[in-house]
């Protein structure tokens, strides 16, 4: 069946020039596969720097100049290439950026939040939807005529949650959107983005909040060193015997719940030939030094990881 988004072995990698005329292309996304479906909320999780916002804006066609990126990625069932990205966007593919300075610094909060109108009575009936929406995020009428400058952080963020869910998407791709946030209104964005599962549209959640991923995703797919290790229910990650790969499973004995049992060692920053586990792993094989396991099913479980690829070669 058709996904609403399939996103098939992509990679990106950055063209740097280091001491002057030295070129250097560093990897930062490899071979990452992941889809959504209608009615479906995925989570993202992962270290700083593992790639999260990255895929987010390979998905927009909003990267930066000096990216080189190879895979395909699919929106219902086409090939979304940059033409279609930019025709999409706002409309059927919304962002909530992770960071505010995607706010234009020199328009009315309210007048981005609606964005571009054919006519007069798009403009009106938008308009609308736009004071319901801030009304919601407490934001009052006040902050319609102010400038991204005159806002708390707090504010923005909320300036730029609004300005998502009044474009009405079939696929939204909210990029670390509660941090900073008061308790409510986390709670009224995860009830806002599971609002949006309820009318069959397919949201991308990234987040360090591996709570609000747990409440709020029906599968949560785990990124390490630009490689997604692991896709698992949300149900399953509930308890740490039904998750596979070792590293997300440290993720989650992490939680203070769990006694804060903290992970060994970061992520590596340069490429490596092997599992960019390795260094790190407890059930590491001679082999995982350098051959890097391939992302594969297991039982229904997403999982980068030889113990699972020999498993499955067994059986
Ligand atoms: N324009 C760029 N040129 C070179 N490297 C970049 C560029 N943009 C991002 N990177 C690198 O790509 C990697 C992934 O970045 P990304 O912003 O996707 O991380 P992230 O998982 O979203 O992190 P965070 O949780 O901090 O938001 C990082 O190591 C970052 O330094
Ligand atoms: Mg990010």
Redo the contacts with the bound molecule.
């Keep these: 069946m058709t996904k609403l988004l399939e996103v098939n072995n992509l990679s990106i990698s950055?063209t740097?020039y280091v001491q002057g005329l030295n070129r250097h292309d560093?990897k930062?996304i490899s071979d990452l596969t992941i889809d959504i479906d209608e009615s479906e909320i995925v989570a993202v999780l992962?270290?700083?720097?593992?790639?999260?916002?990255?895929?987010a804006h390979s998905i927009l066609g909003i990267l930066?100049y000096?990216?080189n990126v190879t895979g395909e990625i699919k929106y219902k069932g086409e090939v979304l290439n940059q033409g279609l990205k930019e025709k999409l966007r706002g409309k059927e593919i919304c962002l909530i950026p992770?960071s505010v300075n995607f706010l234009d610094p020199l328009m009315k909060v309210s007048e981005q939040a609606i964005g571009e109108c054919k006519d007069d009575k798009e403009h009106d009936e938008k308009k609308i939807r736009q004071r319901e929406i801030f009304n919601r995020y407490g934001l009052d009428e006040s902050v319609d005529d102010l400038y991204p400058f005159e806002l708390s952080g707090g504010m923005a963020r909320k300036v730029l949650l609004s300005t998502a869910l009044i474009g009405n998407p079939s696929l939204l791709i909210a990029d670390?959107p509660t941090p900073g946030l008061d308790k409510k209104s986390v709670e009224e964005t995860i009830e806002d983005i599971k609002n949006l599962k309820e009318h069959n549209k397919g949201i991308l959640l990234?987040t360090?909040e591996i709570d609000v991923a747990l409440k709020t995703a029906d599968r949560i797919a785990i990124?390490y060193s630009?490689y997604v290790i692991e896709i698992n229910t949300a149900e399953n990650f509930k308890n740490t015997d039904n998750i596979l790969h070792p590293y997300s499973k440290a993720l989650i004995d992490s939680l203070p719940r769990n006694g804060f049992k903290l992970t060994e060692g970061v992520q590596p920053?340069d490429e490596v030939s092997g599992c960019p586990y390795y260094e790190n792993c407890p059930i590491r094989l001679d082999k995982c030094e350098n051959n890097i396991p391939k992302l594969i099913n297991h039982d229904g479980i997403m999982i980068r990881c030889f113990k699972y690829e020999e498993a499955n070669d067994e059986s």
């Design positions: 950055f740097q560093s930062v992962g270290s700083s720097g593992s790639g999260k916002s990255l895929l930066p000096n990216s992770q670390e990234i360090h990124f630009g920053l």
